[in-house]
């Protein structure tokens, strides 16, 4: 079993949807969690990080941690065309030196 | 400014032949990190370093693989005698400093094709 697992997709939801993307982990030394958006043929690139318990809201994108359950979220109001990309969770213990990323999800966003 | 730039962005080689992969960092930056992804296995962690210094080489899948920095800079992946599962996208990222709080960024990638 991976240490984190994340639905693959393909999700396709129509334009103005809520996207809800998630992860699940089993390493409880994962404590700092990001979300990466990785268009087709570039490199990932940082949405969201966050440290604690909670929800954090940037723009359109909230970003949710339940380490009780090891479970994260990323959700996306409004959803735009140009939203569609893979979208992957990572994390990291305190060190912080390597990420550990879920395999991905790709989401496409149909105008 | 400038990104993490990767080259060569393709290559083509022969199994058994050796390769070499190049990353730029962002200027400044004192963490390098190395990363591959691939169809079944995602994005795994490779190697990090912090200056010139690699603390952790548990990552690199085996003793094929080799890394180096020189001058807290450019940054060099030599995979020997390839295999074909070494076909993959080989991805670098950098930090301005070392740990958790600081953001990876990564480059575009160099997609490595064994045949």
């Known amino acids: 079993q991976k240490e984190v697992e994340q639905d693959p997709g393909p999700l396709s939801v129509p334009e103005g949807a809520i996207v809800s993307l998630n992860c699940t982990y089993s390493?409880?030394?994962?404590?700092?969690f990001m979300w990466y958006r990785q268009y087709s043929r570039k490199g990932p690139e940082l949405l969201m990080y966050?440290?604690?318990?909670g929800n954090k809201e940037d723009g359109r994108f909230t970003a949710q941690v339940d380490k009780s359950s090891k479970y994260i979220s990323l959700f996306i109001r409004d959803s735009q065309p140009s939203d569609s990309a893979t979208y992957l969770c990572?994390?990291?213990?305190?060190?912080?030196?390597?990420?550990?990323f879920g395999g991905g999800t790709r989401l496409m966003v149909k105008p | 400014g400038a990104g993490v730039s990767q080259s060569p962005s393709n290559k083509v080689t022969e199994k058994g032949k050796d390769v070499e992969l190049r990353c730029d960092p962002i200027s400044g930056h004192t963490a390098l990190y190395w990363y591959r992804q691939s169809l079944g296995q995602g994005l795994e962690f490779l190697i990090y370093?912090?200056?010139?210094?690699?603390?952790?080489k548990s990552g690199l899948p085996s003793d094929r693989f080799s890394a180096e920095r020189t001058g807290g800079s450019v940054s060099t992946l030599t995979i020997q005698r390839t295999q074909q599962e070494d076909s993959a996208v080989y991805l670098c990222a950098s930090s301005l400093g070392q740990g958790a709080l600081e953001t990876q960024y990564f480059g575009p990638g160099t997609r490595l094709l064994v045949l």
């Open positions: 990572a994390m990291s213990d305190m060190a912080g030196n390597m990420l550990t």
């Open positions: 966050t440290y604690s318990s």
């Open positions: 390493n409880s030394a994962f404590q700092y």
């Open positions: 370093f912090q200056g010139n210094s690699a603390p952790d």
